[in-house]
């Protein structure tokens, strides 16, 4: 079956960088569209970004265009989140999620869901 396994995740001072990674396993990593999303306490789960299959067209939230980029290597099964000048408003779980297409679609047609890395922003 199809897995997602994040890593990353870690409490880090506001201004600083992360990057989470999402390894896949179970299918054909390339043919699918990937994405993040996160959720804090308190408040409703929302999108954070995604990849097209073939990495052409990525898409942000505009709460992170510009401070976070998505990337994805298909040799290691692996989608990337490359987060800059965090802020404590950043704080949250994040999720990786993956669609059964090679375009992404809405949260409610993601397919896939990990389990989540926990991202801490300190002021």
């Known amino acids: 079956q199809v897995q997602l396994v994040e890593s990353g995740g870690d409490l880090v001072q506001a201004g600083g960088s992360l990057r989470l990674s999402c390894a896949a396993s179970?299918?054909?990593?390339?043919?699918?569209?990937m994405g993040w999303f996160r959720q804090a306490p308190g408040k409703e789960r929302e999108f954070v970004c995604s990849i097209t299959w073939n990495g052409g067209i990525t898409s942000y939230a505009d709460s992170v265009k510009g401070r976070f980029t998505i990337s994805r290597d298909d040799a290691k099964n692996t989608v990337y989140l490359q987060m800059n000048g965090l802020k404590p408003e950043d704080t949250a779980v994040y999720y990786c999620v993956s669609w059964d297409s090679g375009y992404p679609l809405s949260e409610d047609a993601a397919d896939y869901w990990g389990k989540g890395t926990q991202v801490t922003v300190s002021s």
């Open positions: 179970g299918r054909t990593f390339s043919y699918y569209a």
